[in-house]
């Protein structure tokens, strides 16, 4: 079993922050799907990114640190895509980004306080 929080959260959190930035300001690709479809993959990358430093760090003020920088990485990106040529910022986009950063940290949170539930020694 692993033990939580544990180092490959944290190779987890700068490794999907990379790759959200390379491709929020690279352009945009064409992917078929229903309007307002990529509002789900903005929730799920920034909430990868929470969700990883939400179980890499150890104290609750890195956490929450980790939880902040995504959603203020999402913020910037936007504003970035917003002056980059060939891309569009969207607030939309953003409050998906700060939607996925604020339940990925609650994930993390859920996880981690079953972790804790489950090492205490039963009563007697």
Same mark, same amino acid.
């Given at each position: ?7 490959? +959260?944290?190779? !987890? ?9 390379? /491709? $929020?300001?690279?352009? %945009?690709?064409? @992917? ?18 929470? +969700?990883?430093? !939400? ?9 929450? /640190? $980790?939880?902040?920088? %995504?959603?203020? @990485? ?51």
């Amino acid at each position: 079993m692993i033990r939580v929080p544990h180092p490959l +959260f944290i190779l !987890g959190y700068v490794l999907t922050m990379a790759i959200v930035i390379v /491709l $929020s300001l690279m352009p %945009a690709p064409t @992917l078929p799907g229903p309007e307002g479809s990529d509002k789900a993959a903005h929730l799920l990358a920034y909430g990868a990114i929470a +969700f990883c430093g !939400g179980l890499g760090f150890r104290s609750w003020e890195l956490r929450i /640190l $980790s939880g902040s920088s %995504a959603l203020g @990485l999402g913020v910037l990106l936007e504003i970035a895509q917003a002056a980059w040529f060939d891309r569009n910022g969207s607030v939309w986009d953003a409050a998906s980004n700060s939607m996925g950063g604020v339940l990925g940290l609650l994930a993390a949170a859920l996880i981690l306080f079953m972790f804790k539930k489950q090492s205490r020694p039963a009563a007697s």
